[in-house]
């Protein structure tokens, strides 16, 4: 499906449903705030170059909460963009090891992760489908550092981990009490990433 085809309501080409309440949610999002920024634009981006950064997180955001992807078409596009932002915020070196440390930080969380999930299936004696992180998690971060640069990658990540593991928390807790939660089940962990950028950019 093609972002054209969304706009309009079109059905979805893999499952043929409409989603017509979550697409209703998501455009009335974007509206309030568009809105809500235009009177109280970013302090670091403005108006214009807000709004396209937060085009941006949106589009991530519902794409790894749909499909629990990050399209590396997404992360280029991203990556390009970030840079640029990045450089005219705190330069370019200060950008380039920024997007390096945020990738360096969830490559090794990534690969933690990859190093669990298989002691997990050889204790269990069958393979796991899901995964911890993946390797669009680990490109966001990246993007993330560009985007903030390097002084403030650590506290963003650690905004990152606490969001995230606040949200596990409530979805195990309430799961458990509708009796519906299995062990091992995956969060899409894009959304936290999401999250802390905006709240540097956006919030602080």
Not at 44 to 52: D, T
Not at 158 to 181: E, N, R
Request: charged content about 10%; overall charge positive; some cysteine.
């Amino acid at each position: 499906m093609t972002w054209f085809d969304y706009l309009l309501f079109k059905a979805c080409a893999s499952c043929h449903r409409f989603h017509i309440i979550r697409r209703i949610i998501v455009y009335l999002i974007y509206w309030v705030a568009t809105w809500y920024f235009w009177f109280e634009p970013a302090r670091r981006l403005g108006f214009w170059i807000g709004a396209i950064v937060l085009l941006y997180l949106g589009i991530v955001f519902v794409i790894d909460l749909e499909h629990r992807l990050v399209l590396h078409v997404v992360s280029l596009a991203g990556g390009v963009l970030a840079l640029g932002i990045g450089s005219w915020l705190h330069g370019l070196g200060d950008t380039i090891l920024g997007g390096a440390l945020g990738f360096a930080c969830m490559f090794s969380l990534y690969w933690l992760g990859e190093k669990y999930t298989q002691w997990i299936a050889r204790k269990r004696g069958m393979p796991l489908d899901e995964v911890a992180l993946g390797f669009g998690d680990v490109n966001l971060s990246g993007i993330l550092g560009l985007f903030v640069g390097y002084k403030v990658v650590p506290a963003a990540i650690l905004i990152t981990i606490l969001t995230g593991g606040l949200v596990s928390l409530a979805y195990i807790v309430i799961l458990s009490l509708q009796k519906k939660y299995q062990p091992h089940t995956a969060i899409p962990y894009a959304p936290f990433i999401i999250l802390s950028l905006f709240f540097i950019f956006y919030i602080l």
